[in-house]
């Protein structure tokens, strides 16, 4: 067996040739991402065919999601300044020269969309805390003349906004002052918002939206059941109805025509996605499109009428391929690969594999062993994810196929806490962090040792945000387990992160970090906080470190790193610390994410004895 050619790192992270393809309303159009000058922006073409041309000329970060308006005459993306997370609803003309117009220009304000109406084309509805910085009001907002008028005043404790099919914010999800929560409702704009329905926290009550007429509220909902299921609510009366669960998995979303608002499915993530197809119609056109490639597709755009789709194809080894489906023919068009220079017989399968944890728990984790050599006594990258509220997924990941290429078996695991696998499974994290939670890596290592496919003298371990918080207590609460470790905008100190939060995550944090971790502000719960944070162990560091961070991060400040390094410089320990002054949590920029990786593939060739570039 051999292994592949060594892929450039370029290949895997330098921006892809073209993505997230969307077809016009008006049909008449498909636009996608794609560089210009180095940075990625919306290109529109015809549908039929001709020549593609920029439409957003974005020449700082490039734009990373965008929307058209309902008119099929602008697009709408979102901009923040290096990575501080204050995001500006921009708007650009199709066609124009490319001058954007800030819709929200407002110093230290976040702005989000919450909806882009049918019945609205020339008003979309946005949330922004230019009010009070610590709660999202939201406001209807004119596209042509920029003006913003109320909609609803946040009285402290709304933590998302619900708008119906006639562009009306009828719904809220609050949080009360224990943690749990409330799905309100109101019978229009000029009304008074009352509680619809009461959640524990573990229960979620996720609001998905309303039906045509907006007499029913779709929710997540794991009320009696251990995973959250499809529910409807009936808005005069508040009866609850279970639509539709899976047994295996947490409801990720309902799938909703836009058209009309017919409950067409819903969707789960087990290993693999999963539909559940209520519709006839709906049912027959995904079972076609399943036929047109390998992978697990996903419709990331459609017409106004429903009659096309854009659809890309989730798999481990062909990233992203793309195509265009018509409904009413039964035909597709295939429009690019993101990754074109990226062949298939090069990256690696992506193993789906699930282990058991000490006390008994079953993880679903996923296992990548390098192209072209036996799975046996390899070197391994335990690859954490991060959140901790989130989860690894089949399908290609770039540092997952980077790793795999340069010799490492890569080991990727839904700990305790991870999102999607049953509300018992997820609360099983609280006040686990640095315990039950680390206790999980460590079981899965221990099974990729006792398979034969990792060498336990020749382990690292990396990851972000949390991953990089669980890197750092691998090295500190294990410290004989890594031989070399990558923290990513990792936190160091509990105590400091949870003080340093924005402060419009304040409303979130009574149902998430002070129910999981703990609270700051309470003695015996901060003195429990420092004890799992990996600056009070600071003194055990032995295993090689490098340490990675976006200077602008407001969610995991760069006081979090600078001040485990500090601590070890002071120990005269080297640590390698790589700071970009121009990025936030994750870099955006090619030129930062591959300073950041070339420094990680030589780190590991060292420690681990893997591949790298010269």
């Not at 892809?16 to 529109?44: F, Q, Y």
């Not at 650009?92 to 609205?120: E, H, N, Q, W, Y």
């Amino acid at each position: 067996m051999t292994q592949p050619r060594l892929i450039p790192l370029g290949e895997f992270f330098d921006n892809p040739e073209r993505a997230l393809a969307k077809p016009s309303p008006d049909g008449t159009m498909i636009s996608w991402l794609a560089p210009l000058d180095g940075l990625l922006n919306v290109w529109v073409r015809p549908i039929e065919g001709g020549e593609a041309v920029p439409v957003t000329r974005d020449t700082d970060r490039g734009v990373m999601g965008y929307s058209w308006t309902r008119d099929s005459r602008h697009i709408l993306y979102s901009k923040d300044q290096g990575g501080d997370e204050n995001h500006h609803v921009m708007i650009v003309d199709v066609p124009g020269d490319g001058t954007a117009r800030d819709l929200t220009p407002f110093d230290g304000v976040r702005a989000s969309i919450v909806s882009v109406p049918r019945a609205t084309p020339d008003q979309i509805i946005v949330s922004t805390n230019r009010r009070d910085r610590g709660v999202f009001d939201v406001e209807r907002l004119d596209l042509a003349t920029g003006d913003l008028s109320p909609v609803a005043r946040n009285p402290g404790n709304i933590i998302g906004w619900v708008a119906d099919r006639h562009g009306q914010v009828r719904g809220a999800y609050a949080q009360t002052p224990e943690g749990d929560y409330q799905l309100l409702v109101r019978d229009s704009e000029e009304h008074d918002f009352r509680v619809l329905a009461e959640f524990d926290n573990e229960d979620g009550g996720t609001p998905f939206g309303f039906d045509a007429d907006g007499g029913v509220m779709w929710v997540g909902s794991a009320v009696d059941n251990d995973r959250s299921r499809l529910v409807a609510i009936d808005v005069a009366t508040g009866e609850q109805t279970v639509i539709d669960e899976d047994e295996v998995a947490d409801l990720g979303a309902p799938i909703v025509s836009d058209k009309d608002r017919t409950l067409l499915g819903a969707a789960y993530l087990r290993d693999r996605l999963v539909v559940h197809a209520f519709d006839d119609d709906f049912a027959r056109d995904f079972e076609r499109v399943k036929e047109i490639a390998d992978g697990d597709p996903r419709i990331g755009g459609s017409d106004a009428d429903e009659t096309m789709w854009t659809v890309a194809f989730d798999s481990d080894v062909d990233p992203g391929a793309t195509y265009l489906f018509n409904r009413q023919t039964g035909e597709s068009e295939f429009l690019f690969r993101p990754r074109p220079w990226l062949s298939p017989d090069e990256l690696s399968p992506m193993r789906p594999v699930q282990i058991t944890t000490r006390d008994g728990l079953t993880m679903y984790c996923y296992l990548t062993v390098p192209r072209g050599l036996e799975p046996r006594d390899l070197p391994m990258v335990l690859y954490v994810h991060g959140g901790p509220w989130s989860r690894d997924a089949w399908g290609y990941d770039g540092v997952a196929q980077f790793l795999a290429n340069r010799g490492y078996a890569v080991l990727q695991v839904n700990y305790r806490g991870s999102t999607g696998f049953g509300k018992h499974f997820m609360h099983a994290a609280e006040r686990e962090f640095a315990g039950k939670m680390h206790d999980d890596l460590m079981d899965a290592v221990d099974w990729a040792v006792a398979e034969g496919v990792a060498d336990p003298d020749r382990i690292g371990i990396y990851g972000g945000s949390y991953g990089g918080y669980a890197t750092l207590v691998g090295i500190t609460f294990t410290p004989d387990r890594f031989r070399a470790a990558v923290s990513f905008v990792g936190p160091s100190n509990l105590v400091t992160l949870i003080r340093s939060f924005p402060e419009y995550w304040r409303p979130f944090l009574k149902s998430t970090w002070y129910r999981f971790v703990g609270d700051p502000e309470v003695e015996d719960e901060r003195e429990d906080m420092w004890r799992r944070s990996p600056l009070s162990r600071v003194d055990d560091i032995v295993t090689p470190l490098m340490v990675i961070q976006g200077a602008n991060d407001p969610r995991v400040t760069k006081h979090e790193s600078d001040q485990i390094v500090e601590a070890l410089t002071e120990r005269g320990v080297d640590v390698e610390y790589i700071v970009a002054d121009d990025e936030g949590h994750g870099f955006a920029k090619p030129e930062n994410r591959m300073r950041a990786y070339r420094a990680m593939e030589r780190f590991f060739a060292q420690h681990l004895g893997g591949r790298a570039e010269d």
